[in-house]
């Protein structure tokens, strides 16, 4: 087993418009029990492609998350689109995963898979994906180990993204979201707000105001963990920080976004092993 449980893979340059990251989960030996085998997501724009090398997950039916299907889906490999509520999941054993989690406007550009149908929703990725992508899903998860995966994922996706001549560097949703609008405003004849809107919807499967939400709290999250351990933290300060209206704004999207408070979430995110996703990113 790798030395460290939960790591995060950011992507080269020439990937970095294209994959935001791969977040990688082992916790084979880790003896986890209980609530420490649960996982807590927040809504994402973006577009997971993930891998059990081994074990799975429960989709779990919590009030103010994501509602699962009667039938979880369940597969060696699985394609999650944008999510506009968070997700609670359940591990009943060890997991060894592998999460690709992608820009939507770059995986439609690369596939042609519409996302609009795929919002809040998990699928067998042999449902939608095209043949040529199933083939090095196929290879992805024969692969033995972690380090073969991500080279097979660089070999894969680089001449693709390449081919298409879309270099658009961004680490932040603030970056790519306002560098999504400009591109839907002058890539086309029809310059109505109803044809911008579309425009986005499309590409990423959501909404602008959607997106927008979602930036707004990556940079309330960034701007919480850069203000940890000063004597003059306060969440107004924050809220001002992130462009939100005032704190209860701050408060409200927060919770829809996440399923708790600020305050619940960053205590949670410090004292909770199900909270490793969100810990990855600080």
């Known amino acids: 087993m790798e030395t460290e449980p939960t790591r995060l893979w950011l992507p080269p340059l020439a990937l970095a418009g294209c994959v935001r990251a791969v977040m990688l989960r082992d916790t084979r030996g880790l003896r986890l029990e209980g609530a420490q085998r649960e996982n807590f997501f927040p809504a994402t724009p973006l577009v997971s492609l993930f891998w059990w090398a081994e074990g799975g997950s429960e989709w779990l039916a919590t009030p103010g998350f994501s509602t699962p299907p009667a039938t979880q889906p369940h597969a060696p490999a699985m394609l999650g689109g944008p999510f506009t509520l968070p997700s609670h999941t359940r591990n009943p054993g060890d997991i060894h995963a592998f999460k690709l989690l992608m820009l939507p406007d770059a995986f439609t550009a690369l596939t042609g ?13 042999r449902e939608v994906l095209p043949a040529d992508w199933q083939g090095w899903v196929a290879a992805m998860s024969a692969a033995p180990h972690d380090a073969a995966r991500l080279q097979l994922l660089e070999a894969f996706l680089w001449p693709r993204w390449q081919a ?23 890539s086309a004849p029809g310059r109505s707000l109803r044809q911008w809107e579309r425009r986005i919807k499309a590409w990423a499967g959501l909404p602008m105001r959607e997106l927008r939400a979602v930036s707004r709290a990556e940079t309330a999250f960034y701007a919480v963990a850069a203000a940890e351990g000063r004597p003059d933290f306060n969440w107004a ?31 949670r995110i410090h004292a909770d092993e199900a909270f490793w996703a969100y810990r990855l990113w600080r």
């Open 113 to 125: 898979v519409v996302l609009d149908g795929l919002v809040n929703r998990i699928v067998d990725v």
């Open 164 to 186: 298409l001549d879309a270099r658009r560097p961004s680490r932040r949703y603030a970056d790519w979201t306002e560098a999504l609008a400009v591109r839907a405003a002058t």
């Open 237 to 267: 300060d924050i809220a001002a920080e992130a462009s939100y209206a005032d704190q209860s704004h701050l408060c409200r999207e927060t919770r829809r976004l996440t399923g708790f408070s600020p305050q619940e979430l960053r205590r």
